[in-house]
């Protein structure tokens, strides 16, 4: 399975995400880039969580049925053709990051799927719900890695 090239020219992979993208700035979505998509996909999936979150992972941005043709997404926007689903603050879109102040440095994964059929989801899917709904329709997918503390 070959991997997506996924990337931000608002953060590197590994670093920082900018204050404006957080629950404490603007919260607006960062935006995004990617490349290598296999020609048999059918949608894109893109998915931000955050694993380090008291409790259990916590959803920051679901959106499922992204025409695969795309290479990207503007900041602030929704991808094209998707849906946004909502986040674990219970709104459809991005929900930026807002860990506890004082828990230390949270790391905020985005993943883009590509899939060979689309995705069944029941209304609220939590992060789990995602992955096990991706599992066995997987093409590809990329990963980047964000991080944030207060």
């Known amino acids: 399975m070959s991997g997506i090239e996924l990337s931000s020219t608002a953060f590197d992979d590994?670093?920082?995400?900018p204050r404006r993208h957080s629950g404490e700035g603007a919260n607006v979505?960062?935006?995004l880039t990617w490349s290598r998509v296999p020609q048999e996909?059918?949608?894109l999936v893109l998915l931000c969580e955050d694993p380090d979150a008291?409790?259990?992972?916590?959803l920051h941005w679901l959106v499922t049925g992204i025409d695969p043709g795309t290479t990207g997404v503007a900041e602030g926007e929704t991808p094209q053709g998707g849906r946004?689903?909502?986040?674990?603050?219970?709104?459809?879109?991005?929900?930026g990051p807002m860990p506890p102040p004082g828990h230390g440095t949270h790391r905020y994964f985005f993943?883009?799927?590509?899939?060979?059929?689309p995705l069944p989801l029941h209304e609220h899917p939590g992060v789990e719900d995602v992955h096990r709904a991706v599992k066995g329709r997987e093409l590809a997918?990329?990963?980047?890695?964000g991080t944030y503390q207060r």
């Open 141 to 145: 997918s990329g990963t980047l890695v």
């Open 41 to 43: 996909a059918t949608e």
């Open 84 to 95: 946004a689903w909502p986040n674990g603050f219970g709104r459809a879109g991005w929900g």
């Open 54 to 58: 008291p409790g259990t992972t916590f």
């Open 14 to 17: 590994k670093t920082e995400i």
């Open 29 to 31: 979505s960062p935006p």
């Open 111 to 117: 993943r883009l799927y590509a899939l060979s059929e």
